[in-house]
């Protein structure tokens, strides 16, 4: 599970949501509190119950064209993609239990069905 890239662009995240069967983008900005709170939470999550999710960092200040190509416009925005579809979308008021119920069927379905 990867925290941090360097910069990126539409296409290398496109590229990279294309080839991995699991991803979430996480959309935020270096000021934001409530990202800065959630992130260790995601994190301790896919670690703990979603192993196989890859974890992608977009910061949308330094990487606006990857916001604006997502459609992101508010901080934090939270994406999973299975096999390159989006599945689940969460943005500014994030609930754990509500983003490990968008992850844990389809996860389950691709990884132990």
Known sequence: MTTEQPKRTPQNLNDLIA?????????????CRVCKALKPKVLAMLSDEFPKVSFQY???????????QNMVFAVPTLV???????????????????????????YQMLFEG
């Open 19 to 31: 080839s991995e069967d699991a991803v979430l983008a996480y959309f935020s900005t270096p000021e």
């Open 80 to 106: 999973v993609y299975f096999a390159g579809r989006e599945t689940t979308r969460l943005s500014r008021n994030v609930g754990m239990g509500e983003l490990a119920e968008g992850i844990r069927r389809p």
């Open 58 to 68: 977009v910061d949308c200040e330094a990487e606006p064209e990857v916001a604006a």
